[in-house]
């Protein structure tokens, strides 16, 4: 990583930096090759996102009313559920977070992207087998296992999408130029061997050569857990690895730290799994083994929050400007209460009233939205204007989808661990009839609800302001849009 | 970091080690059970399921029942689901044999179904479900005196009436299903009929039997509680296939504080053409249709029920201690059909009357 680069600068503007004028363009050259397969896969996912949303704002509602649209077989609530799920894991996210990750990659490798109607092609396929997937799960294909509804024959689709863009990054790989390979490749490098292995193993398992019983729980929760971790995650951290030094300006406070994490954050966080099926009709040992690993999923997070809270330690007033900053920082800190409420909910005692009620949709969206598509919000604020050349066009739009977004899973979270903790007591006390505990979470579904609306609105203005810039209206500027106005005391060195 | 090579091994490394430990290992372990059997080889379980009751797990699995209702029991000293009469004893990998999927589920916004079948009346018990049978049940407990008679009066019975052979269940399998299920009812007429109401009243006050009332009652809302359980005429007995289905056409007509979306879409609603269809749901109140209409299930929905209703973990396993007074009768009672353990609430209540 060049740290001596000048952070939230203009991408061409060779002349105000103090870098060499052929790394300049050399970087540009870069992105220029990135920018058609990027751009697609960023388009791609945040159509999915809105779609998404959509039926995530459905979902909610349905979830305390229940008698909206109940006679469509495919609006039924069990249907659409799972629907939202998968867009937003395997069209949203996965789509947003392989959009960066290719970007980081050719940055990093310090290579122009070869290929890249290659990556159009894997894009188009994957896009193709998430809407297959999707349409199997409303029209009644869904194969009931969860995190992995899709029908065999789209994930078949989005197999072959992967390993188009797969094979494109190995090449990357190849080509690389310097020794030195940095913290953020290795969390990629691991996100894109880890995904193919196992999504790969999870179909084999449940519909190639099905296990038996309830290992098939067993296999479709380890697959959950480590998409989540292994693929979600590795992604979202080595984003944050890349994006917090880069915006400040200023190497990672540690190398070492840096090192521990990624190995006990892979050998950790897999074993994760079982931690979602406490005291289910498995051997206990597997299930303690998960609860064992959770609770050392500490030691990654804390050298993870540590290298990044020292390498942030006196630029914090920086999120005061940079759009990037504020929501990689804000996702990284979400990663530390995500793992928190991760080793909280998997303790046996707490498992006891949690385990099966709406604490744990709160986990999961901790994970998938506060922390990993923060992040990505965050990298796409950066990435976007060195692939088309302007600048965001309104500081005042990123306000409003920053702090929507913030408000609203902030709120969603909330709703749902207070409405989840309450409906588990209600129905670990059995004086108390079941329906008493579906009846308390009814006011906080409603409030989840309410939350909906605010994300919606920040997406919806994000979706705006990204098309803005699609087609050419953002900024043409050589200064980046600043979320205030820059003051000229203390921080203008860095800015 | 420097150096491909250690980067890439130490990624598969550590992946494999996760993949060997929590799922290959687990597999060798309770990956190829066995159904357990006593030392004749009779008495097996669990047993693989229909046809009908395959496709039923599917609309189950299609319908995303598993995003609200789980299927298993916790033991008593992790939780309270024993306590909540959600079953007697904790759920074993055994249990789920020959899943597939398998549908363990991972959230309660309903109550939990592992045992949702062993609560049905006692009169469908010992029959494999078969539900078109189903309409049958209700008119039979309010009907007649003579049990062995009324199913025969029943248009449902297809042995009895060969003319509703073309009813959407036209399985060869039902005929003997449903006259195994009026076989019992032959034997102890008063015994089986509206079960869970009678059982109490019968003087048979033992521990197994209130249990079992308790059992039909757990959970059913405040609503339906022990007033609205001995269903009123016209209203099937709780868990019943017809229970189902109303449950599943018009939830809020059951428990009026249910959470669940109606799957009207798995019923149809039709003119009725000449005869009313033998199984046209009855309905009453809000939910009856119009003169002239009448309310079919779809194959599906049949399935789903005859699903729903196969749910049952009740049978003792080796390797789960059970809460002992509700194993022992399951056990003790011989002359049980092979596939399906006789009920504990069905045994005391007979010998009560």
Known sequence: MDATEIPLKAPSIPADAPTSDVEQIERALIDASTRVPVLMFYTSAIVWLLLGTLLAGFVSFKL?????????????????RPAHMNVMVFGW??????????????????????????????????????????????????????????PP?????????????????????????????????????GAFLWFPWLYAAAQLMLFVVPVQGVMQAAVGWWFANNLLFLWFGAIGLGTAYYMIPKVIGRPVYSYHLATIGFWTYALFSSWTGMQRLVDGPFPAWMITASIAATILTIIPVATVGLNHHMTMQGYF????????????????????????????????SVA??????????????????????????????????????REWRYASLIKLHFWASVYGIGLMILMLLAGGFLQGANMDNPSLAFSESTQTILPYLRGRSLSGILLTVSHFVFAFHFGLMLFGLGRTSSVPTFLNPVETEGSEVHI | MKGLIPLVLGIFGTFTFSWVGLTVIPNLQIGHLDPQMDEEGTDVYPAPKSGMTERGRHVYAANGCIYCHSQQVRADYAASDIDRKWGERRSAPRDYLFDRPVLLGKMRMGPDLSNIGKRAPAEEENASPAPSASPAGPPAATASPAPAKSP???????????????????????????????????????????????????????????????????????????????????????????????????????????????YRFLYEKRRIAGERSPDALNFTGSDAPPAGWEIVPTYDANCLVAYLMSLDQSHPLKEVKGVAPAASPGLAAPGAPAAAAPSPAASPAKGGQ
């Open chain 1, 317 to 348: 007033p920086l999120m005061r400007y940079s759009p990037t900053l504020r929501f990689t920082v804000f996702g990284a800190i979400s990663y530390t209460v995500f793992s928190a409420l991760g080793v909280l909910i998997s303790l046996r």
């Open chain 1, 64 to 80: 305390h009313s229940p008698d909206w649209f109940s006679n469509v077989s495919f609006l039924t609530w069990g249907r659409v």
């Open chain 1, 153 to 189: 024959y789209a994930a078949i689709v989005l197999f072959v999408a992967y390993s188009l863009i797969i094979s494109w990054a190995v090449l990357m790989f190849r080509f690389r130029r310097g020794d030195q390979i940095y913290i953020t490749q290795w969390y990629l490098l």
């Open chain 2, 152 to 262: 025969a009066a029943s248009p449902a019975n297809p042995s009895a009436s060969p003319a509703p052979a073309a009813s959407p269940s036209p399985k060869p399998a039902n005929s003997p299903a449903a006259s195994t299920s009026s076989a019992p009812a032959a034997g102890s007429p008063a015994a089986s009929l509206p079960a869970p109401s009678v059982s109490p009243a019968g003087g048979a006050a033992r521990a197994v039997a209130a249990q079992s009332a308790s059992l039909g009652a757990a959970s059913a809302s405040p609503a339906a509680s022990p007033s609205g359980v001995e269903s009123k005429p016209g209203e099937p007995p709780p868990y019943s296939a017809a229970w189902h289905h109303r449950h599943l056409y018009s939830p809020r007509s059951i428990s009026i504080d249910s959470n669940m979306p109606a």
């Open chain 1, 352 to 389: 006891r009233y949690v385990n099966f009620t709406q604490a744990s949709i709160a986990y999961s969206h901790l994970g998938l939205y506060a922390f990993f598509t923060m992040v990505i919000f965050g990298s796409m604020y950066y990435i976007v204007p060195r692939l088309v050349g």
């Open chain 1, 93 to 150: 996210a996965s789509m947003a977070g392989m959009g960066t990750a290719i970007w980081l990659m050719a940055r990093l490798c310090r290579t122009v992207l070869r290929h890249p109607l290659l990556l159009v092609a894997g894009a188009g396929f994957w896009n193709f087998g998430v809407l297959l997937g999707v349409g199997g799960i409303l029209m009644g294909d869904s194969t009931g296992y969860q995190w992995l509804e899709f």
